[in-house]
Nanobody
Framework: QVQLVESGGGLVQPGESLSVSCAAS????????MGWYRQAPGKQRELVAI???????NYADSVKGRFTISRDNAKNTVALQMNSLKPADTAVYYC???????????WGQGTQVTVSA
């Protein structure tokens, strides 16, 4: 049974930092591209950051220089460090595991991040 369990969301003020983490089980974690997506109320889900099996990263323009994605293949976890948070970053953040090679795509249940004064 595949599980992606996010943790670490919460309420912060603009300019503050927050880290969210995702623990994966039931998959061969090291072969998956791991990603963070977010969905704000009334908007479509959008890519925030991804990290490939080899460690290459890609970020949405809106978070470049502020967010950092990392993975720990020994612990089957992927994290997103978010700095200089803005109200526009408010959304539900979802963890994603994707493997094109074996045609698998999994989602976590999401964790709420709210940036508000």
């Amino acid at each position: 049974q595949v599980q992606l369990v996010e943790s670490g969301g919460g309420l912060v003020q603009p300019g503050e930092s927050l880290s969210v983490s995702c623990a994966a089980s039931g998959i061969t974690f090291s072969i998956y591209t791991m990603g963070w997506y977010r969905q704000a109320p009334g908007k479509q889900r959008e890519l925030v950051a991804i990290i490939g099996s080899g460690g290459s990263t890609n970020y949405a323009d809106s978070v470049k220089g502020r967010f950092t994605i990392s993975r720990d293949n020994a612990k089957n976890t992927v994290a997103l460090q978010m700095n200089s948070l803005k109200p526009a970053d408010t959304a539900v953040y979802y963890c994603n595991a994707r493997s094109i090679a074996i045609k698998r795509n999994y989602w976590g249940q999401g964790t709420q991040v709210t940036v508000s004064a």
